[in-house]
């Protein structure tokens, strides 16, 4: 693609400069490097290329080189310091143009994610940012060991790995309480497993939820929050798969959508753990290695460092005081669904 035309105004004054110089020797004054910052912030607002608008000076400064004798070092130190100093102002606009754009997309998310915003305005925001909230999006959000801000190093790198993948596919990265999310058409099925990816790679092991797509304005919240439980599962329940995704777990809400329910199970199929030597922890971790394992004791007690005779023990021992047989099918169900409970209601270390 050809360069835009590099508008004559941008080297106003540029010529009577060299030719000033190279007569008198001096260096650019206070008003005249700041007048090609200015100029350089203009140019970077107007949206030209920083390459073609130093090409462009360099041409000048060739066109207009004095003829009068004079000093070309000076010359060529005044052609330096102008570039430098249009240099700097463009920088300077095209930092300011990328925080605008960093709390611009900052604010959009908190108004989309908390519905601070009017429908018909929202959706409206959401096109400049790729998004078109009438169809359905999909949600991933990564948790790394530390926060991750916009326009730090991990979205960047991670920004940069789904742009050369995907290109322009209305994909929108960005940040929210130090986590990494990526908001993705619902069709779009190659996405965010491939985000989910690249962030664990980039956030050195972290752990990514993909919640499940959902339909309209509020499709994008929906799937948000699925990923942020997801998360919050994870955590309780030890699991320790890299990529969650939301369909996989949905047998959990329901578990604990009646609470009380769920705390009684806990402490009337589990609550006579708590009489055992050591407390019910030990018994507990027992029990969740054994159904972590299929309920096979020898694979259950590799993973305790417990020798087997030690497993088969306290699998009896949990027998005698619960009168429940974890072995037993009739049995094994009510155990497994306490023990979930218990996970997920953070027993026996909170009452309930």
Not at 153 to 158: F, G, H, K, S, Y
Not at 312 to 329: C, E, M, N, V
Request: charged share 25%; glycine share 8%.
């Amino acid at each position: 693609m050809a360069e835009r035309e590099i508008p004559e105004h941008y080297l106003d004054g540029y010529a009577r400069i060299l030719a000033d110089v190279s007569a008198t020797g001096r260096r650019l004054t206070r008003a005249e490097i700041e007048s090609r910052r200015a100029l350089g912030e203009q140019a970077a607002d107007a949206g030209h290329g920083l390459r073609a608008l130093v090409v462009t000076h360099l041409a000048a400064a060739r066109a207009a080189w004095p003829g009068a004798p004079g000093s070309a070092d000076s010359t060529l130190a005044a052609v330096q310091q102008v570039i430098d100093a249009f240099a700097e102002g463009y920088e300077r606009a095209q930092r300011l143009a990328v925080r605008q754009e960093e709390a611009a997309r900052r604010e959009f998310i908190d108004d989309l994610l908390y519905g601070r915003s009017g429908l018909g305005r929202l959706v409206e925001r959401a096109e400049r940012f790729g998004l078109r909230l009438a169809h359905a999006h999909a949600v991933a959000v990564a948790q790394g060991p530390a926060a991750y801000n916009e326009g730090g190093a991990v979205p960047r790198q991670v920004e940069q790995a789904l742009t050369t993948r995907f290109g322009n596919r209305n994909v929108l990265l960005t940040t929210k309480d130090g986590r990494l999310l990526c908001i993705a058409p619902g069709h779009e099925d190659e996405i965010l497993p491939y985000f989910a990816k690249q962030a664990h790679a980039a956030t050195d092991g972290g752990r990514v939820a993909i919640g499940r797509p959902q339909p309209g304005p509020g499709g994008v919240v929906q799937s948000y929050e699925e990923a942020l439980r997801a998360l919050e599962l994870a955590e309780r329940l030890d699991l320790d798969q890299p990529v969650l995704h939301a369909t996989d777990l949905l047998v959990y809400p329901v578990l604990t959508r009646d609470r009380q329910a769920m705390a009684d199970l806990v402490v009337n199929a589990l609550g006579p753990l708590t009489t055992a030597r050591g407390g019910a922890q030990p018994l507990l971790d027992t029990l969740t290695a054994y159904f972590d394992s299929g309920c096979v004791a020898a694979e259950a007690a590799r993973r305790l460092s417990l020798s087997v005779r030690a497993m088969t023990y306290r699998l009896q021992r949990i027998h005698q005081l619960t009168g429940a047989d974890p072995s037993d099918p009739a049995h094994r169900y009510m155990l497994q669904t306490a023990v979930i409970g218990a996970r997920l209601l953070d027993w026996p270390n909170m009452e309930l």
